[in-house]
């Protein structure tokens, strides 16, 4: 079996920051791309930024510049720096992996159970 577990969020001011970490854990052969995602309350759950295998990275609009995601290979460990937080970016934040696992065939995909983020104005 494989596990992503969130950690790092928590309640801070606008303008402050938070990192995020998603580690990954058990029967993985490889890490492939990774994505942080996250839900506001009534609203669907979006894209943040993603980081490939090879450490190419995407961004959503709302937070280029803003945000960095970078991995650690031998952790099997991603992380979303996230500077000059707004209240808009609240909501809970949500890892997302595409990995290969040992007795699998093929890629198979992985959600972790999410992490709050709150920005108070």
């Known amino acids: 079996q494989v596990q992503l577990v969130e950690s790092g969020g928590g309640l801070v001011q606008a303008g402050g920051s938070l990192r995020l970490s998603c580690a990954a854990s058990?029967?993985?052969?490889?890490?492939?791309?990774v994505g942080w995602y996250r839900q506001a309350p009534g609203k669907q759950r979006e894209l943040v930024a993603q980081?490939?295998?090879?450490?190419?990275?995407n961004y959503a609009d709302s937070v280029r510049g803003r945000f960095a995601i970078s991995r650690d290979n031998g952790k099997n460990t991603v992380y979303l720096q996230m500077n000059s937080l707004m209240p808009e970016d609240t909501a809970v934040y949500y890892c997302?992996?595409?990995?290969?696992?040992?007795?699998?065939?093929?890629?198979?995909?992985?959600w972790g159970k999410g992490t709050q983020v709150t920005v108070s104005s």
């Open positions: 997302h992996a595409e990995l290969s696992q040992i007795g699998v065939t093929g890629i198979v995909y992985y």
């Open positions: 980081i490939s295998s090879g450490a190419s990275t």
């Open positions: 058990g029967s993985i052969v490889s890490l492939y791309a």
